[in-house]
């Protein structure tokens, strides 16, 4: 996989938004189940191309090491043959002296070609570090919002729990309501009221009865009152005619 493409997708998913996702998702708990997938699997690809790219770093940074040291080492067998063909040429042997000075010419040419192949992959190195700072960084990201994915699935599944829990002590409630009338004991209450109405009503009648009979029992007071006094005057009438 392409280092731009790995890069590109680690920078899409560091920014996403996690509670925009989850607004817009109809099932947030399947939807953040198939993002930790998703993190994870790329975060596996992610470290893979990133160990290459690191890896391909290391390997042109080895050879920049090789071709600095080359460099170095050639200078010196440079100097080391130019002193020799120095000292041949002051004891009066020119041949031997050219000789020398060739093979420090030669070493300097290598000296030169080494130096030319070090500088010419410092630039490349130094691009290639910076991408991989940048993927390692991005890596990191991605594994703070793959705990953060997982963070928030764990909270939205206890929320969801929770959620149930309540819903079912509130189903529980309501069915022993004795103020719901859909309910038994609220049918139950019902009847109990309608069946001490009539007890009342009963009672309310007898006592009406009672009352009845003691205003007939006055009623006969009277009326035995009236006949007692009648009599008596009948009484005293003949009385009087008799007496007159």
Not at 59 to 80: I, Q, S, T
Not at 87 to 102: M, Q, Y
Not at 180 to 189: M, N
């Amino acid at each position: 996989m392409a280092k731009q493409s790995i890069f590109g997708r680690i920078s899409q998913l560091v920014r996403a938004n996690i509670n925009a996702l989850i607004d817009q998702a109809e099932d947030p708990q399947l939807m953040l189940d198939q993002m930790v997938r998703d993190y994870t699997n790329s975060i596996a690809d992610a470290e893979a191309a990133i160990a290459e790219t690191i890896g391909n770093l290391r390997l042109l940074e080895d050879d920049h090491r090789e071709d600095v040291e080359a460099a170095r080492e050639w200078g010196e067998k440079a100097v080391a043959a130019s002193r020799k063909g120095d000292e041949l040429r002051a004891a009066g042997d020119a041949a031997g002296a050219d000789k020398f000075d060739n093979l420090a010419k030669v070493a300097l040419s290598r000296q030169i070609s080494s130096e030319n192949e070090a500088k010419a992959a410092e630039p490349q190195i130094a691009a290639q570090t910076e991408v991989v700072d940048k993927l390692k960084a991005g890596l990191n990201g991605m594994k703070e919002k793959l705990v953060q994915l997982q963070n928030k699935r764990s909270e939205l599944v206890a929320r969801a729990k929770t959620a149930q829990a309540q819903k079912q002590v509130q189903d529980a409630v309501k069915s022993i309501d004795i103020l719901d009338p859909t309910s038994d004991i609220g049918r139950f209450e019902d009847k109990i009221r309608r069946e001490e109405a009539v007890v009342r009503g009963q009672a309310e009648l007898a006592a009406s009865s009672l009352d009845a009979q003691f205003n007939e029992l006055d009623d006969l007071g009277e009326l035995t009152e009236v006949d007692a006094r009648l009599a008596a005057l009948k009484a005293g009438g003949s009385q009087g005619a008799i007496g007159g």
